[in-house]
């Protein structure tokens, strides 16, 4: 079945960041909501490592996994969202949520992969307050309870 959709203009036009690595880590696509999210432009985020959103604490693990997902062309972040901080141009951390999916060449061998990000900075820090403020009503709770 053929499709009329415009897949240049879906990507432009997704509200979460779209973007491809090669299978060497390199950015090769980079969408509007990806530099609204991470704040470097297209010009500047192609032909660059994906270590200019990850933290440096995180790349090792982050590397590690790239590697073994290159390696089988497999990965479980398909339909699992994976969460993960990541950088900002401006330096401050991000809470991403992204799934993935592997891009392949005709003899199957991996040429890249694709993420599909969303920023959950504002949702963590909402989740982080609810879970204070349950700590802080149980320990009342718990107060009361022992009088």
Request: charge should be negative; glycine fraction near 8%; hydrophobic fraction near 45%.
């Amino acid at each position: 079945m053929h499709s009329d959709v415009d897949l240049a203009q879906l990507v432009a036009g997704a509200g979460d960041a779209i973007m491809v690595a090669d299978a060497q880590g390199a950015i090769t696509l980079w969408n509007q909501a990806a530099e609204r999210i991470f704040g470097f432009t297209e010009a500047e985020a192609l032909g660059k490592s994906l270590d200019l959103i990850i933290p440096e604490r995180q790349r090792g693990r982050h590397w590690d996994g790239f590697q073994k997902t290159m390696d089988t062309g497999i990965t479980k972040y398909g339909a699992d969202l994976l969460r993960v901080p990541a950088l900002h141009k401006d330096g401050h951390t991000l809470s991403i949520a992204f799934t993935v999916s592997m891009l392949f060449s005709e003899d199957r061998k991996v040429t890249g992969i694709v993420a599909m990000v969303r920023d959950e900075t504002a949702r963590f820090a909402e989740e982080r307050k609810l879970r204070a403020r349950l700590v802080e009503v149980e320990a009342k709770i718990q107060e009361g309870d022992s009088r």
